[in-house]
């Protein structure tokens, strides 16, 4: 049986956004618009079927399961939390 995986754009722009806590961060790193990194961010947040950031106002903050999520596709990407 196959296994589903995320979209990896939008593991990128996740992975980009927690390390930094900031959207427009991220955007700036992958060299894309902050509306492109929000979109991915909310496709992968729609695929795992949780919010990954808490919003208030301008600034970001991880949720537990974003805390869960980071440390657990850092650790199978070989980083590191």
């Given at each position: 049986?196959?296994r589903?995986?995320?979209?990896?754009n939008?593991?990128?722009?996740?992975?980009?956004?927690?390390r930094l806590?900031?959207i427009s961060g991220a955007?700036?790193e992958l060299?894309?618009?902050?509306?492109a990194v929000?979109?991915q961010v909310g496709q992968?947040?729609?695929?795992?079927?949780?919010?990954?950031?808490?919003?208030?106002?301008?600034?970001i903050?991880?949720?537990?399961?974003?805390?869960?999520?980071q440390s657990e596709g850092?650790a199978?990407?070989?980083?590191?939390?």
């Amino acid at each position: 049986m196959p296994r589903r995986l995320p979209p990896l754009n939008a593991l990128r722009a996740f992975e980009a956004a927690a390390r930094l806590e900031s959207i427009s961060g991220a955007a700036d790193e992958l060299c894309v618009t902050h509306g492109a990194v929000s979109r991915q961010v909310g496709q992968l947040e729609e695929w795992l079927g949780h919010a990954l950031f808490e919003r208030v106002g301008r600034r970001i903050a991880l949720t537990e399961a974003g805390r869960r999520y980071q440390s657990e596709g850092a650790a199978a990407l070989g980083r590191g939390a």
